[in-house]
């Protein structure tokens, strides 16, 4: 039947009636209500007496307590918390939506007819409003503002559907109205599903959001629209109303929607086009934000969820932790260097948030090396789908500009341990910030070193790095360039930036030296590739025969013999190049004298085990030249006199006494002492007399009580490496608040020589007391505290420290002769340069900083807009930034050996194998324990060694870098690594300012002034000793002559006896062929590789202890005699 405009009226002014008498009742209670209670606070103790007040109180609060009660059951009926409240919501949800579908059935019929109760769907309409008013009565009684409830959405759409429900069965009939509001409760899907948990993402959850608003949105819009067009103006009495469908409605909104506008269904009445143009404006805003962020999503979760596909036969590696803009292309650039037009390894990141745009376009653009998988490592059903136990390693990035440094390594540890729960086998690289957090993960029972599990600590690298800047000037830098990759085509504008940047493309790289080679001594194979190949080598990896682990050894004494298959360690420019040293033949290339001409030769692949029979002969000199046939060797004999006028007995004495002076760690690789107390340590400004320090080490730390610890024990343990004897340790002065040195001092303890002034490198007076004018080297660390919004302001401490020491200016004649040579006053003429600066390293968080220090050197400009490494202060060595430190995580996945030999060179001789057979808890404790005899101490140390005040002088000839290199191999056994020569001449350089050639070229001509990066055995004194009668070229080397005898635990105990030869006349090396050669410098201790301090005999050989046993020159033929580095 039809319904006339009476009972549309009626089914319309009973929800609006409602509406409005509601709210003004709720309105005018609260006025009364409030009136009452100021009118009580007034009045009220005047008419009552406090009896009946103090009655009528407590009859209050008990009716406050019942309503308490009940209202906090209803909340909780309300807020889903108990499993009733979940059934109700859900119920509350499902007869809406259950309405809303018998509105959609209902508008199939012409929009004037009203229904009757005949409509077997009317009385189950009925049924659900009548559920939904006893809902709304709940949700009255539990609200607390009563008014704001009457506003509110929900109780909008219950106020104008509800009322029309008792209208419809007061009138025995039913209309459509304004029941499209159900659409409204389309909102509460979210809260739906999640209760539900059908969603546990978030993604997942924002895209249910996104779609409940844009279907009520859409289905509201459209019954409204199919209400005003077919009833058309009330002011017209429905004269322009048009008969559409709900659906005819939809498509009207959409068409409008999307601003297509077909024109075959339009909006007649003015109510109509009123409500479109209005919500055209808001459906612009609404769908062009809500939509595309719908489609992202969808397209998202289905790109980035799905699980990666294991392809038979081709490698890839997983990457999961910070995966950022800046993270992902570092390692990409990193990775893919090592590797460059082979795309035999794919990489699968494995992030806990979708990618960015800028992220999605990195992976766009090496779509063929990557794919991005949404995960956290730390869901096994999310390594599972990246296929973790087939990978062939996993990496783990850290975030070094994060605020938590601890946080930051707990959270990679526990991926780690994840990871191993998950597969044990699976290879794990992962970068720590802090050293102190790395002793966790050798506790996880499946972490293997053997299989290629690896740390790369940025503290322990970073502080390792400046450590050694300090000791030797520019070795920083120099140790930086090694491991810096530099693509950028460079215009250099001045003559000493064509050798550095030349330098700076020689790299660390590894090759398996040839058999022939096997039984030869390191020097010789040393200075045979060098000459021969052009090639560098400078450590080898060298195995132990008892315990068959691996120890890199850099610059072997002549008692190490080379086995076959032996890893060697090169400083050179291209893998093609070292290919060199595994393709030579003694015989095919014995006569070959160009490098390029050394390839796979044609007896190597005919007989694989061919020998060259290389023999390796002892070579006695009575002094006179030995006459020999000439060769084409360019290296001609050096000559140095190594006569000592102290007996053999004296000088095992002098260094037994030595020894026993030194205490070293458990682990016999650093000098140790008796734990201090700080307050006995801490320096008074007022009292510099006291402390009056030269040639010291002055480290700037900024910091206080709540900041993360930056692990100063990183920077002190290559400062107190066991290689360098007690009287060459420097005092190590800590300026910095004390709030912070208190708690960084438990790890500092138990090094001596450690001294601290509360202050801050900013005042000048905390400068000076510290004696900074007489210092050898002044570190600015950079700041631990949390990082600033700025990238520039992060480093606004260490800049403006270095700003104040550099404005320092130190006379000339102030020097005394305690001070290093290297950094004094070079110049003849005092009236040149009468001033010098103070020499600084400063650390920088962001390399970007670096035009401010280049600013306070007086050298900017010459590269402007170039990166921090082609920068001079870095060629200068006078700044640092940790940035290159992501690279190792490449380089460590593609060859460990390097970043091995690395960890070796900068933390003073901490490797992984060391941390194997050593017990970490002791060993990162520092405790009571010590050695005073310990052969780690053995191994060589990086100097900076002058070629007219040092052991060099005496080298001839020294035009080119090639006769200083083989000179000082020959006769002290020293290898020499690069340059560090003056910038310009002294009138145009009245600072002295240096600058570091890495690897120079054989033929490159030396300077007088310069200076040379060496790696020089612990035994041989970097100066020359005089002795009385002093000698024109007297050098004294102070070897280790005692005898003891120590039992190795793995092995097979023996007696070793400590051998050693009177000083010898020059010896001669004519030619560079397979014939005998002369073996290197006996006189070096010789080590177990257990770390016992012993030596090698013969056999049948015995011991006698009053030392004055007959010396003999001996061979040593079994290379495992030598110490490992472990």
Known sequence: MSCTAEIQAAFLLSSLVTFLSGLLILLISRLIWRSITKWQKSEGKGIFSEETSHSMDRKHSRSLTFQGVFRDRVDMLLSAQTFVGQVLVILVFVLSIGSLIIYFINSTDPFRSCSSYQDKTIPVDLTFNAFFSFYFGLRFVAADDKVKFWLEMNSIVDIFTIPQTFISY????????????????????????????????????????LLSIVLSTLFTAAGFIHLVENSGDPWLRGR????????????????????VGFGDVVAKTSLGRTFIMFFTLGSLVLFANYVPEMVEL???????????????????????????????????????????????????????VPPSLELETIFKCYMAYTTFVSGSALKWEDLRRVAVDSAEACLIIANPLCSDSHAEDTSNIMRVLSIKNYYPNTRVIIQILQSHNKVFLPKIPSWNWNTGDNIVCFAELKLGFIAQGCLVPGLCTFLTSLFVEQNKKICPKEPWQKHFFSGLKNKI??????????????????????????????????????????GLILNPPAQVKLRKNTLGFFIAESAKDVKRAFFYCAVCHSDVYAPELIGKCSCKSKNPRHKTGTTVTVMRNNGREHSGPKTQDSYPVTHMSMASNLSLTTRAFLYQMELESDRLDSSGMFHWCKATPLDKMILNRTEKSKHEFRNHIVACVFGDAHSTLMGLRNFVMPLRASSYTRQELKDIVFVGPLDYLQREW??????????????????????????????????????????????????????????????????CSAQTPSEPWYTRCFSDNPGKSKYRRIPILTELKNPSNMHFIEQLGGMEGDLSGMSLHLSTSFATGTVFSGSFLDSLL??????????????????????????????????????????AVSPGRMRCKLGLLSLNQTILSDIQPRRTFGQIFCGSLDNLGVLCLGLYRMIDEEERNPEHKRFVITRPENEFMLLPSDLVFCAIPFSTSRYKKDIS???????????????ETLTDINCPPSVDQVSETAAQPPTSVRSL??????????????????????????????????????????????????????
């Open 170 to 209: 007061y009138l025995k009939s039913n209309w459509l109205g304004l029941r499209f509001l159900r659409a409204l409760r389309l909102l509460e899907l979210p809260q739906i599903l999640q209760i539900l948990r059908a969603i546990r993402t978030s993604s997942s959850s924002e895209f249910s959001k």
């Open 240 to 259: 322009n109303s048009q008969n559409i469908s709900y659906f005819e409605s939809i498509y009207l909104v959409m068409a409008t929607t999307s601003t």
């Open 298 to 352: 969808f397209g998202n979760k289905r790109k980035y969820t799905s699980s990666y596909e294991v392809v038979k036969g081709k490698k890839f590696i997983v990457v999961c932790g910070s995966i950022t803009v800046d993270s992902v292309t570092a390692f990409l650039r990193n990775f893919l260097r090592h590797k460059a037009g082979e795309i035999n390894t794919e990489i699968v990141f494995l992030g806990e």
């Open 509 to 550: 790289l590894t090759q398996r030296l040839s058999d022939d080679f096997a039984g030869m001594s390191f020097p010789d194979v040393c200075r045979l590739c060098f000459v021969k190949m052009h090639l560098m080598l400078i450590a080898i990896e060298h195995k132990s025969v008892c315990h068959g682990y691996g």
């Open 746 to 811: 438990r790890f500092l303890q138990n090094f001596p020589q450690i001294y601290i002034l509360p202050g801050s490198a900013l005042y000048s007076g905390d400068l000076h007391a510290v004696n900074i004018e007489e210092c050898s080297m002044c570190a600015v660390l950079s700041s631990p505290s949390e990082s600033s919004s700025s990238p520039t302001l992060v480093d606004m401490e260490p800049i403006m420290a270095t700003l104040n020491i550099g404005s320092l200016r130190i006379s």
């Open 890 to 931: 490449a380089t460590a996945f593609h060859n460990s050996h390097v970043l091995e030999l690395l960890q070796m060179l900068v933390t003073g001789g901490i490797s992984s194998q060391l941390e194997q057979h050593l017990d970490k808890e002791k060993f990162c404790g520092l405790n009571d324990s010590y050695s």
């Open 1029 to 1043: 009668p002093p000698g024109p070229c007297e050098i004294i080397n102070m070897m280790p002559l005692t005898e």
């Open 1073 to 1126: 062929e397979p014939k005998p050669i002369p073996v290197g410098d006996p006189k070096q201790a010789v080590l177990t590789p257990s770390g016992k301090l012993s030596s090698q005999t013969h056999p049948g050989e015995t011991m006698k202890e009053n030392g004055k046993e007959n010396m003999e020159e001996i061979t040593v033929e079994d290379a495992s005699a030598y110490p490992e580095s472990d």
